[in-house]
């Protein structure tokens, strides 16, 4: 494995940054061609196998899988093996990982790429107490020299792309964003993700993107903007603001995977796609419905499945007696046939809980 120094080793700058290329809808990340260059981000108990095959297939050019603990007594747990399944799924597989010591993550990059992933991501940017407690996630933060040998393990311990996701600080007077991302291109990272807020905002208040555009401009590697893209035009600004190189959707995903469609045609075109119809709605989640059966099972699946149901209803007519009724199904074919009911009086334009409620 090559060594690879560690921290700012950079004497003068004695290049200029160049300015960004020209809009050309792609990002590259070592040898994967990221196109469209919008991204889903990684979301524990949300980007699980199903949800990213469909945004995939919805448009978004990269579905990282939602995170892994690099402690090993966890990966033989049901929901590490769920995780941990790539079968099927198009390339390139992204896998992020979380922990806290150097040697640990990198055995878990080496055991996640055994397992299929062909980029590992690395998790410092989560701001649950659960992970920052453990001082995982956005918490690694608050030690650079941490954060530099956790870096140099990983991008040594496997021959595929290793990328990390960060916050732009701990807090509003630890911006530090910028110097942890210098110390992330010297360790080999082949891109970077940056949210638009510290850790102690969690997803309060409204993203900021001038720190990301500054560690834009201070870098060779290409980075991903995060926080509060909810829409093509917001997407095109941020991009337009930072001259990132792609942008990276979450929660706005949630119930609206069709996002990453609507994005990149008005990146590409400048056009605004016409909302899915209420049939094409009905259509994508019933099929996101039978995979989360199919894939976890009962009764897990219609456990699962009742936080996306809440997600697509909301913002519909009669929402909350909507999932009230659905969320007492305990098993597939009645989740199936209520929400299949529900969507078909909407598209009658009849009341929609009339015989349900």
């Known amino acids: 494995m090559r060594s690879v120094p560690i921290g700012l080793n950079r004497t003068a700058p004695d290049t200029a940054v160049p300015p960004p290329a020209p809009y050309n809808g792609r990002m590259q990340i070592g040898p994967y061609t990221i196109a469209p260059n919008v991204v889903l ?17 919805l448009g978004a050019g990269l579905a990282a899988a939602e995170m892994t603990i690099s402690d090993p007594r966890f990966w033989n747990t049901r929901k590490s ?23 640990q993550l990198a055995e878990a990059a080496r055991y996640n790429v055994d397992h299929g992933a062909q980029l590992i991501d690395i998790n410092m940017g989560c701001p649950a107490k659960k992970v ?9 933060m608050r030690d650079e020299q941490l954060v530099a040998r956790i870096l140099e393990a990983v991008v040594n311990a496997v021959d595929v792309p290793v990328t990390l996701k960060i916050r732009t600080g701990w807090d509003c007077d630890h911006r530090n964003g910028p110097l942890i991302a210098r110390i992330a291109e010297d360790s080999g ?5 940056v949210h638009g807020r510290t850790r102690d905002q969690h997803y309060t208040g409204h993203a900021e993107y001038a720190t990301i555009g500054e560690i834009k401009a201070a870098l060779r590697i290409p980075v991903i903007a995060n926080g509060d893209i909810d829409s093509p035009q917001k997407a095109a600004l941020v991009l ?22 609507e994005v990149a045609h008005y990146l590409a075109p400048g056009e605004e796609l016409p909302p899915p119809s209420l049939a094409e709605v009905r259509a994508i989640l019933l099929g996101h419905l ?9 009764p ?7 936080k996306h149901l809440g997600w697509y209803a909301k913002d519909r007519p009669e929402n909350a007696a909507f999932r009230a009724v659905v969320n007492r199904a305990e098993d597939p074919q009645s989740q199936i046939a209520l929400t299949t009911e529900y969507f078909d009086r909407l598209i009658a334009g009849e009341p929609a809980l009339s015989s349900a409620a």
């Open 132 to 140: 920052c407690n453990a001082w995982a996630g956005s918490a690694l």
């Open 41 to 57: 981000a990684p979301m524990a108990g949300v980007t699980d196998k199903p949800f990213r095959l469909l945004c995939k297939r």
């Open 81 to 103: 093996i769920h995780r941990m399944d790539h079968d099927g799924e198009p390339a390139p597989i992204s896998v992020q990982i979380a922990g806290t010591e150097p040697q």
């Open 189 to 193: 990272i082949a891109a970077l993700a």
């Open 290 to 298: 039978h995979a989360l059966h199919a894939f976890y099972g009962e």
């Open 240 to 261: 337009k603001q930072t001259g990132v190189d792609a942008v990276m959707i979450g929660r706005s995903a949630q119930g609206r995977p069709w996002i990453f469609r």
């Open 300 to 306: 897990q699946g219609v456990r699962i499945a009742r």
